[in-house]
């Protein structure tokens, strides 16, 4: 009877023993260098001496950020309660004036999510500059920002945290040769933490040519897998404008409305999740295409979209080849004690 009993403790131990399911990802970092085709990324063996990482249940990601030509990209992990799915393109732009011309989009980062084993890989990196691009209308830029104005002679002055769109009242300052700013979050899921659907705060600040130049910087996410109406999250946009009192949230979201986000993905972006944490659309298999194209207007909702989806292998075996050594160790403790 002793026995019995110390081979049911010794179970119970096993039991609890056995390891939480750990997702691996790439952890390491680079830096690249356009204008002169140089950098650690570069390097013939940075694939290879990228190490595969457990990171628990966090998602794998690679960020790429710009400077100028400079480049820097990091593969990593990452955890966010914000996200609707962990498969995702993630994107930062800007589009600034320059004299009386709005520049061509420039792109702050762009980053890839992921919830299957080395799914970071270092190679998607060279991808992500052309997978995600933001725009707006040069004329509907002049008569909300600019209207013929500059610099600024008074703004909007406040920070709010709001649920509902109807009940906005901000403070108007006189700013006189001056710049209006806002900045605003959207809050697609709101937590305990953050608890109202926009979070914004507006502002006056002198005017400086070229510091402080009117601009868009727009944050979007585009959720590869879900269905094409819950695609598309613009998540944060911050003005700078010089038209009387353009930095209300009225205008923020007037804006949002006229984006035009075109998501052109490599087919490797786009792999069968066997292991996925959430899938809830498909998509229509082309194996003569090679890559994917997908326009979407964020003032209708509606997505013109050519696909291929290619199969990739997802590794569901580590976590059994770390349960084979308990289990070796749990039969031979068994016939010890018998």
Known sequence: MKKVVIVVIYSVLVLLSRPVKSRKCYLCSCEYEWETNDGTCGDADFATNCPLTEVGDKYCFIISTYDGTHETRVFESISSNNLQDSHFIQAVETIALSSTVWLPTTISSVGYGCDWDGCNNVTL?????ESFQMKIDQTILNTELLDG???????????????????????????????????????????????????????????????????????????????????IEIDEVDIRCTKDYCNSIEVVEYLKGQITTTVNLHPDFRPSR??????????????SMSSSSTTV??????????????????????????????????????????
């Open 125 to 129: 990196a060279n991808y992500l500059p």
């Open 297 to 338: 207007s964020a003032s209708t909702g509606s997505v013109t979209t050519q696909s291929t989806t290619l199969p990739t292998s997802t590794s569901s075996t580590s976590e059994s080849a770390r349960l084979y050594p308990l289990g070796i160790f749990y039969v031979i403790l068994t016939f010890l004690l018998l």
């Open 149 to 231: 104005q500059l610099p600024a002679k008074a703004c909007y002055s406040c920070g709010k945290c709001i649920n509902d769109l109807t009940a906005v009242l901000c403070k108007q300052v006189s700013c006189p040769n001056g710049i209006c700013y806002i900045d605003e979050i959207h809050n697609y899921f709101t937590t305990a933490e953050n608890n109202c659907t926009y979070n914004f705060f507006s502002y006056c600040e002198p005017f400086t040519d070229p510091v402080q130049t009117p601009s868009v910087r727009m944050r979007a996410t585009y959720y590869i897998d879900l269905p094409s109406n819950r695609q």
């Open 274 to 287: 066997v292991n996925a944490t959430t899938t809830t659309s498909s998509t229509t298999s082309q194996p």
